[in-house]
């Protein structure tokens, strides 16, 4: 999905709660909104919002000198999902359809999102995700996956925020109940810190890795550029019989150029990317691409 | 009040705000972000956020060819205002304290601001008025206006939006039952079209030359920058016995630097004035300063 013109402004103000989120320095919070404002000058050489996404919040690291702004966020987001876990599990086990209420609880949980909610710390999250359980999807191509997985060998799933890697556990659950316990799931997860996705600590911490392989695309930006990925994910990517990408920022950069078969499996948060959907902001989507 | 860092954002969304009000060509609406990027890089020569807004709605005024981008929006909500004139005046007329009740309608009415709202006609003005009146002021220096009123020979009001000029007149008509018919109130407007602020034609429009001289500021941004207000204003400005000042950007510009004793009256839209005027984001305020 193409950059749009209102991803500019989005991109300016998470790099200003960015900043905050580590100092209160006045100076250095300027500085990283001129320097963030030079950065989205360069509008014209941005695919996708993402890329434009990733560059300002290296500003972010470079002028606060902290590499990972929302570790704290992070901590908070896995903590409150953790709290959750037990509750959505049992809710999830005793749905007639389990792997669709699955996938709404995966949906659901990215709410997660420090790029939306800011500092997640002072919203009543559980209250939201309660709320949020009970939308189902505006879009829902469920029937084409539960094919899919009943023939997969090897199924990947590309995470997206921390927190939300901890509800994903019982899709995975879900998708093995689908697939076969001798299913290889892989949990892709970014390259490095960037804002509250997942990186493979953060998987780890959500304990992800007692359902799949814990995998890193290389990537640097908040989504997955895949001409910039790592060889060995791009060859698991390529292989693999299912592929469910989850997130806003994994839409917005592999929705043109997955190469493949893909699964979309997200909120969406904002007018760009619910227009580019045909959905409402807010809507829950399951979408074979 | 000075400009903050949140400003930038607020301001670079109102840009595209304004450029999609006047044009669906997304090369021009492009230009104008982008312009107004290096507008925003110039973060430390603005004082105010009003200046900021000036300096970024010339740049949509240029590259759109159109000098009064907001002529429908404030159409509008001068329609919207007349439709509800008559039921908020007898409204105000039936209640034990007229005047608080006109300051009431006069703040909510403040709500009529296409710099918050965009485009005023996808929102139900009219509701959302209706719902706001019941709210009260969370800070009411109605006992020292009352007093200060009482003594008053002339008056300037400084007016903000288009469509909360025509509630104004309810005020005035109340002002003019405390202050005598013969106290001199002067509705002070912008000097050009500035986002959706009133200007002597939209006053006329609103029937304000009814119940008072209409006067222009002098001002091009929105609003009141003494040092480049006109002459002849300035001297009505400083002799006034009551001066009030309507909204957001009349408070940005006047609060550190109004030279006399003012009257605030406004809504309190964004976290930066709320915060500066120690009040919550939506609350009303008739504040001396």
Known sequence: MKVQLDCVQCNLRQALEAARLVTTDLDIQKT??????????????YRTSPEMGGA????????????????????????????MYPVLKRYVETQEDRLLSALEVSAVGNLLDAGVYGDMRTVDME???????????????????????????TIVIIGDNAGETVLDRILIS????VSGEKVGVFYAVRGVPMINDATEEDAIASGLDHDATIVSTGSAVPGLILDE?????????????????KGQGNYETLSDTAGRGLYFLLKAKCEVVARDIAVSVGANVLVRK
Chains 1, 2 share one sequence.
Request: proline share 2%; net charge negative; aromatic share 6%.
């Open 32 to 45: 990283i909104v001129l320097k963030s404002l030079e950065v989205l000058l360069e509008y014209d050489s």
């Open 56 to 83: 300002v919040h290296e500003v972010v690291k470079e002028y606060t000198g902290n590499a990972d702004p929302y570790e704290k966020v992070k901590r908070v987001a896995i903590k409150i999902a953790h709290d």
């Open 127 to 153: 209250a939201v995700l309660n709320r949020e359980l009970t939308k189902g999807f505006a879009v829902c191509d469920i029937k084409a996956l539960r094919e899919d997985l009943k023939n997969a060998e």
């Open 174 to 177: 879900e998708i093995k109940n």
């Open 229 to 245: 990925a790592d060889p060995e994910f791009l060859k698991l990517y390529r292989d693999a019989d299912v592929v469910i990408s």
